[in-house]
Nanobody
């Protein structure tokens, strides 16, 4: 059984930083993507970043490029710098064996999801 557990969320002021972590168990990551998604109240879930092809490729939403960095050791990290109030959301880690390239942010391609960690950025 694949399990994903996120941690690292919290409350920060605009301009601050947080690092999210996702610990995965129950599978061997050798294909597909590990992704970070977020969902704010009243909005649909959106892709933030993904690391694919065993770590060889990374993808980012335009809104976070230059501010967020996804990386993977055994744990998948999302380093978030220069945070803005618009980054406030519940952040989810997910794994999708069919996610790749242009489909990196298609939620339907991700089969396993964590429960999320809340990020709140105040102005």
């Amino acid at each position: 059984q694949v399990q994903l557990v996120e941690s690292g969320g919290g409350s920060v002021q605009a301009g601050g930083s947080l690092r999210l972590s996702c610990v995965a168990s129950g599978y061997t990551y050798s294909s597909g993507c590990m992704g970070w998604f977020r969902q704010a109240p009243g909005k649909s879930r959106e892709g933030v970043a993904a690391i694919c092809d065993g770590g060889r490729s990374t993808y980012y939403a335009d809104s976070v490029k230059g501010r967020f960095t996804i990386s993977q050791e055994n744990t998948v990290y999302l380093q978030m710098n220069s945070l803005k109030p618009d980054d406030t959301a519940m952040y989810y880690c997910a794994y999708g064996s069919r996610a790749e390239g242009p489909r990196w942010n298609w939620t339907t391609y991700y089969s396993y999801w964590g429960r999320g960690t809340q990020v709140t950025v105040s102005s």
